[in-house]
């Protein structure tokens, strides 16, 4: 059996309204939460990256895991915010958490599915039997540009999961990876901010690649939606994942505790898996859970996972998404969000 | 000049047409057109786009569609009238054929607007650039300039301008060829995102791709094809000053009026003639002026009209049967010849659903900017 042994996630505490965004750029509020499903979001802190982001999901994964860290023989970190233009992120997680040197490192980025291409990786490793554990995390500190629309979503946060085959709390059944060249977002060198192609992000882009990967996930398996109890699509607003859902056959009950974006925003590789995440933490043994990432250029990577016995003993290991999402929330207003986000340009 | 005859017509689905390119989505319209009507050959060809530079960065479009649709070395034109672009290019076919120059002449409309340009910045070329873009006015704000002078000059009402969008998208819920087929209700026209007050989203028509192409031919050519066709009653054309603020009135399109009295002495005909009109409803505020200023109803009934259905299907005078520019999508260039093909289908009698019972006469009124130019013709069924 090959699978997650251990999983972890992590929110920063601060938050933004899409209220406080909407005033700054004399916005609808209303319009906007009503269109996008979206009412808050999480704001990295001031000493916060994608790599600290990394650090604490990890170190909850292994607290569940409960294994030597030395025994992990991969580390992939998908972001498309890595700190460093040139520099892995995987080197510093390593050596937070007592991992390595004898280990195969790398930093993954594929806009907002490089998350789920580390977690594929290293189950593909460890199924293929190249080591007995292996770290994927998606993780970000996304970024929107001041007035764009993707200012009101782009968010922070990230999760971690350790693939192994012993003691494994969710079994991955099936997968299936769906990609094509479809520019509908993107970032060349020394942009501050990603770029994308309005409404074209939208049905040639996202709907045809998580909907497509998502079909052919449920045909390679035989199974129906309504054999699983929970789905979990990326989240880039309130309203996509849950058209995309619906057109698979997926209902609003399985989707739910997945879909977490209204409060979350959208940390874009942290996003499915964060909303898997969620799910695990409540997530019944034999259940089976359906996933499918999607990243702008564009691809999707879809997951079927059945949940273990072993996930009642690890869960209260470590914090918990919802837990995160729902307390001790410090909301900042525009100009400290400006500030944190180092909107602010200053002199050296 | 000699009698002058629509024989075919062609049109692409408006939207967002992320697959075609601008040249495919005009060969298509074109190739569409020419099955339609039956003709072996083109002498020329028209094509009218407003701003294909700044949409997607090809201009001498002429020699690029000639190319594309395989039919070099023929003359094509591109012909600019801002908005009134695509009523410029069949105004143009029109008198090339009348004139006896030729015989079958092509003229289409095209836009690319959905590739990533700044959609609003490349219409807001067609105002003022010195006077007033210049000041950060667009389209939006010039509309809802016409607008608030109009509602407070007439006590027309904001339920009043959005019967208007509520009648366009039941006629677009009917065609399938237009962007929006959902009707809609007058409560979610005025609870939509404001744009520019008293201008709400669904008061404004959307950005679009599309292609629409006629086929004209001399009455003898069209004849012989043995196929539906209509015939040219009249056509005039006009321009005012370009920019808003120096107009004489803001509530009344001098362009329009001056057209349409051209037009209606040159066909012998008077607005009671007409069966039904596809007008440029580039905003619901300027169905309400440019059906008054056509002669359908008196200065400042406009909006009541709309709202009592005067202007429905089955009322006094049909306008925009099409979905009109709101819900059938304003793919810019190809606006004007969308609605000449709207009138062919309504005068043959192929509209299906949205046939407008009698139809005689249909009248089409295609316009530049805030109203700097306007195009209009009067199509007679046969």
């Not at chain 2, 069949?90 to 090339?96: L, P």
């Amino acid at each position: 059996m090959y699978g997650i042994v251990g999983y972890g996630s992590y929110l920063p505490r601060y938050r933004i309204k899409v209220e406080d965004i909407a005033k700054q750029w004399g916005a609808d509020a209303n319009a906007l939460k009503r269109g996008l499903l979206l009412y808050e979001k999480t704001v990295p802190g001031l000493d916060e990256d994608t790599i600290t982001i990394s650090v604490e999901a990890a170190r909850s994964a292994l607290q569940r895991a409960k294994i030597d860290p030395q025994k992990i023989g991969a580390v992939y970190i998908g972001s498309e915010s890595h700190p460093y233009a040139v520099k892995p992120s995987g080197t510093i997680l390593i050596d937070a958490l007592g991992i390595g040197p004898h280990v195969h490192v790398a930093s993954y980025e594929f806009a907002c599915k490089a998350g789920s291409e580390a977690m594929y990786v290293a189950y593909s490793l460890v199924k293929a039997g190249e080591m007995d554990y292996a770290l994927g995390i998606g993780a970000d500190t996304s970024q929107g540009a001041p007035g764009d629309a993707l200012e009101y979503s782009a968010s922070a946060g990230g999760a971690a999961f350790i693939m192994g085959k012993e003691k494994v709390v969710a079994e991955i059944l099936f997968t299936h990876s769906y990609t094509s060249d479809t520019p509908d977002f993107w970032r060349r060198e020394h942009e501050f901010y990603p770029r994308h192609a309005g409404r074209f992000t939208g049905e040639p882009a996202y709907f045809k690649h998580i909907y497509n990967s998502g079909k052919s996930l449920l045909e390679k398996s035989g199974m129906i939606p309504s054999d699983f109890q929970f789905a979990v699509f990326h989240m880039p607003n309130g309203k996509f994942p849950q058209e995309v859902g619906k057109k698979l056959g997926f209902t609003k009950e399985q989707m739910e505790v997945g879909w977490i974006v209204p409060w979350m925003g959208n940390t874009y590789s942290g996003s499915s898996p964060t909303g898997l995440a969620a799910i695990l933490d409540v997530a019944k043994p034999g259940d089976k859970i359906f996933m499918v990432s999607f990243g702008s250029g564009a691809g999707s990577d879809g997951f079927i996972f059945q949940v273990t016995d072993e996930i009642e003993k690890v869960r209260n290991l470590a914090p918990k998404l919802r837990d995160m999402l729902d307390n001790d929330k410090i909301y900042l207003d525009y100009g400290q969000y400006a500030k944190f986000r180092k909107k602010i340009i200053l002199n050296e | 000049m000699r009698d002058v005859a629509v024989v075919g017509v062609g049109i692409t689905k408006f939207g967002e047409l992320w697959k075609d390119s601008f040249r495919d989505i005009f060969v298509e319209a074109s190739l569409k057109a020419i099955e339609n009507s039956g003709v072996d050959h083109i002498d020329s060809m028209y094509i009218g786009t407003m701003s294909s530079g700044l949409f997607v960065g090809q201009e001498h479009v002429g020699a690029v569609m000639a190319d594309y649709l395989g039919v070099a070395p023929i003359p094509a034109t591109r012909v600019e009238s801002a908005c009134a672009s695509g009523g410029a290019a069949f105004r143009s076919a029109f008198f090339e054929v009348a004139s006896g120059h030729s015989d079958i002449v092509l003229a289409g409309g095209v836009e690319k607007m959905t590739d990533g340009a700044d959609v609003t910045e490349a219409l807001a070329t067609a105002a003022d650039q010195e006077y007033e873009v210049y000041h950060g006015i667009t389209f939006p704000g010039l509309y809802a300039m016409i607008a608030r002078s109009y509602m407070h000059d007439y006590k027309t009402t904001r339920e009043q301008l959005a019967a208007v969008a509520v009648k366009n998208h039941k006629n677009g819920s009917m065609n399938p060829n237009a962007q929006f087929r959902s009707p809609i209700t007058l409560e979610q026209v005025m609870k939509s995102t404001m744009v520019a007050n008293p201008l709400r989203l669904l008061d404004c028509s959307p950005v679009s791709d599309g292609g629409a192409a006629v086929i004209l031919a001399s009455l003898d050519v069209a004849k012989k094809l043995k196929r539906p066709f209509i015939k040219i009653k009249a056509s005039s054309q006009s321009s005012d000053t370009i920019a808003l603020h120096s107009r004489e009135s803001l509530t009344s399109l001098k362009c329009v009026s001056v057209a349409a009295e051209k037009v209606f002495k040159q066909a012998k005909l008077k607005p009671k003639d007409i069966s039904f009109a596809e007008v440029h409803d580039c905003f619901t505020i300027a169905e309400v002026v440019v059906t008054e200023d056509l002669g359908f109803f008196e200065k400042g009934k406009g909006g009541e009209a709309a709202e009592k259905g005067m202007t429905a299907i089955d009322g006094k005078i049909p306008i925009n049967t099409s979905g009109g520019l709101k819900s059938k999508g304003h793919p810019v260039g190809a606006t004007g010849i969308a609605q000449i093909i709207e009138c062919y289908e309504q005068l043959t009698g192929q509209s299906g659903e949205r046939q407008v019972k009698k139809a005689k006469y249909g009248l089409a009124q295609n316009m530049g900017g805030s109203g700097a130019s306007c195009i209009i013709h009067i199509l007679e069924a046969v």
